[in-house]
Nanobody, 125 residues
Framework: QVKLVESGGGLVQTGDSLKLSCEVSGRSILSYTMGWFRQFPGKERELVAGITRTSSSIFYEDSVKGRFTISRDNAKNTVYLQMSDLKPEDTAVYYC??????????????????WGQGIQVTVSS
């Protein structure tokens, strides 16, 4: 059974930074694309950042480019999302997910088959 546990969320002010972590158990992430998604109230989940198995290709959603950095430590079976210069519009529930085997950095959401429980990030103005 694959389990993903996100940590590092919380309430911050505009311009602050947060680092989300996602620890995976029950499956090695070594050969899988990993992704961070976020979901706004009443909206569908959107891919914020995706990273291939060797970190050779990375995708960022336009609004977070230059502010967010996705990384992974395959030895620790953990994926990270460093978020800087946070804005109120970044307020959402953030999810990490395991994507396809040997996948690209931007797979369709339907190819992500294991999800964390989600973690709230709130940015106050």
């Amino acid at each position: 059974q694959v389990k993903l546990v996100e940590s590092g969320g919380g309430l911050v002010q505009t311009g602050d930074s947060l680092k989300l972590s996602c620890e995976v158990s029950g499956r090695s992430i070594l050969s899988y694309t990993m992704g961070w998604f976020r979901q706004f109230p009443g909206k569908e989940r959107e891919l914020v950042a995706g990273i291939t198995r060797t970190s050779s290709s990375i995708f960022y959603e336009d609004s977070v480019k230059g502010r967010f950095t996705i990384s992974r430590d395959n030895a620790k079976n953990t994926v990270y999302l460093q978020m800087s210069d946070l804005k109120p519009e970044d307020t959402a529930v953030y999810y990490c997910a395991v994507g396809p085997l040997y996948g690209s950095s931007r797979p369709n959401i339907k190819y992500f088959d294991s999800w964390g429980q989600g973690i709230q990030v709130t940015v106050s103005s």
